[in-house]
């Protein structure tokens, strides 16, 4: 059985910083680990992924912001989120992509005040 665990999540001020971590338990073949976010009334949305190779990518809207990385020996995934604004306010889900199908992490929520 796979399980994910995040932390992180948390009050913040615009412009203040975050950083979140997932780590990943059970028997797991990872094709990639990453992060995406859903606010109220919106749809999941991917901000971040990683592939064992540390190839990346990200969303257009946290790009220069936001840093993806990863520690393979242990299975987590980190995000480092910085110049937060209220935008960023949401549910951030921990995914692990795998060759027979995704997990998701329980979310954590990330709220950013004005």
């Known amino acids: 059985q796979v399980q994910l665990v995040e932390s992180g999540g948390g009050l913040v001020q615009a412009g203040g910083s975050l950083s979140l971590s997932c780590a990943a338990s059970g028997r797991l073949s990872i094709s990639a680990m990453g992060w995406s976010r859903q606010a109220p009334g919106k749809q999941r949305e991917l901000v971040a992924v990683?592939?064992?190779?540390?190839?990346?990518n990200y969303a257009d809207f946290v790009k220069g912001r936001f840093t993806i990385s990863q520690n393979k020996a242990r299975n987590t995934v980190y995000l480092r989120m910085n110049s937060l604004s209220p935008e960023d306010s949401a549910v951030y889900y921990c995914r692990v992509v795998a060759p027979y199908g995704d997990h998701w992490g329980q979310g954590t929520q990330v709220t950013v005040s004005s």
């Open positions: 990683i592939r064992p190779d540390g190839s990346t």
